[in-house]
């Protein structure tokens, strides 16, 4: 497992105040930016969602934190295990395989979300992680 930050979203506030929604195939999450302005993060397809307060989270041995960015987990064991789950349900669906594991650290909340690709809006700019949708993994 791998933290690698994502070039692009701005820094995060070190209290960045979040807000998480979900409406069918996105998940939505709302920041405050360095500067304390608002920025929208769209995780879209999502997979999966997880919520963990920082007392019951911790990063295994020798993996660094990033903080206050957005981060993609490489060599993700949750998104092996979602994986697995799906190949037991499903032995043909192959969606999991354009999957990515987003991680935000924001304030006393970790956020995660198994997803295709990740956009971002706000008075800084936007912009989309993959640039290109068709070249997801």
């Keep these: 497992m791998r933290l690698r930050p994502l070039e692009g979203p701005p820094l995060l506030h070190e209290n960045p105040r979040p807000v998480v ?3 069918g195939p996105r998940v939505t999450v ?3 930016d360095a500067q304390q302005r ?4 769209i995780f879209t397809p999502f997979q999966a969602l997880r919520v963990t307060t920082e007392d019951c989270f ?3 041995e020798g993996v660094e934190m990033v903080p206050r960015q957005v981060v993609v987990v490489a060599e993700s064991p949750w998104l092996a295990e979602l994986a697995a789950v799906l190949k037991w349900r499903d032995p043909n669906a192959t969606f999991m395989e354009r999957s990515q594991h987003f991680f935000i650290q924001a304030g006393d909340d970790f956020i995660e979300v198994a997803g295709w690709a990740v956009s971002w809006e706000g008075q800084q700019g ?3 992680y993959p640039a ?5 993994p």
């Excluded at 290109?132 to 997801?136: I, V």
């Design 21 to 23: 929604s979900t409406e």
């Design 30 to 32: 709302e920041v405050d």
């Design 38 to 41: 608002r920025v929208r993060l």
């Design 58 to 60: 911790r990063l295994p």
């Design 126 to 128: 936007s912009g989309r």
């Design 132 to 136: 290109d949708p068709a070249t997801a």
